[in-house]
């Protein structure tokens, strides 16, 4: 056997240890003729080189939908097999494919945290809860300069700024 003086491992021909050995030295020597990408192994720049030809040799046999790398296959077949290897760590959901556990994430990034003290409705941003707040109060701070009209939020008080103008967005 061939042993690697670095970490030990044994291989049963010097071209393996050889290039194991690259693993270590990050030495890649083997370079993609369409986007100059390095690989230590020449087996690792064969598979990449697969994105370039659009060569799909792993097709999956319940759906057949097909992939260039066995290890999207393996991934893929998880859904047919109901795994779900994606935990949400919030709220203990799991899922079966990463894109959806992001989805799922940004959920939780969107919930409404801000809750009204008066009648505890939530939302998500604390602006928000303050202008609803407005409601329980009866004020509303945001006065036109032209008629002296309130409003409680900004954007009534643009809307209402325009019949001074005769500004038209819409039409």
Same mark, same amino acid.
């Given at each position: 056997?061939?042993?690697?003086?670095?970490?030990?491992?044994?291989?049963?021909?010097?071209?393996? &240890?050889? %290039?194991?050995?690259? /693993?270590?030295?990050?030495?890649?020597?083997?370079?993609?003729?369409?986007? !100059?990408? %390095?690989?230590?192994?020449?087996?690792? &720049?064969? *598979?990449?080189?697969?994105?370039? /030809?659009?060569? +799909?040799?792993?097709?999956?046999?319940?759906?057949? +939908?097909?992939?260039?790398?066995?290890?999207?296959? &393996?991934?893929?077949? #998880? @859904?047919? #097999?109901?795994?779900?290897?994606?935990?949400?760590?919030?709220?203990?959901?799991?899922?079966?494919?990463? @894109?959806? $556990? !992001?989805?799922?994430?940004?959920?939780?990034?969107?919930?409404?945290?801000? #809750?009204?003290?008066?009648?505890?409705?939530?939302?998500?941003?604390?602006?928000?809860? #303050?202008?609803?707040?407005?409601?329980?109060?009866?004020? !509303?701070?945001?006065?036109?300069?032209?008629?002296?009209?309130?409003?409680? *939020?900004? %954007?009534?008080?643009? %809307?209402?700024?325009? $019949?001074? /103008?005769?500004?038209?967005?819409?039409?």
């Amino acid at each position: 056997p061939y042993r690697c003086s670095e970490c030990g491992k044994c291989f049963s021909h010097p071209s393996y &240890l050889k %290039a194991h050995q690259r /693993t270590h030295t990050e030495e890649k020597t083997h370079i993609c003729s369409e986007c !100059k990408k %390095a690989f230590g192994c020449l087996s690792h &720049l064969k *598979v990449h080189q697969r994105i370039h /030809t659009g060569e +799909k040799r792993y097709i999956c046999n319940e759906c057949g +939908k097909s992939f260039s790398r066995s290890s999207s296959l &393996l991934h893929h077949q #998880r @859904i047919h #097999r109901g795994e779900k290897m994606y935990k949400c760590f919030k709220c203990g959901i799991s899922f079966s494919d990463l @894109i959806t $556990i !992001k989805y799922h994430r940004q959920e939780h990034a969107r919930e409404k945290k801000y #809750r009204c003290s008066e009648c505890g409705k939530s939302f998500d941003q604390s602006s928000k809860l #303050r202008t609803h707040q407005f409601i329980h109060t009866g004020e !509303k701070p945001y006065r036109c300069s032209e008629c002296g009209k309130s409003f409680k *939020v900004p %954007a009534y008080l643009s %809307a209402h700024q325009r $019949i001074h /103008t005769d500004e038209r967005p819409y039409t």
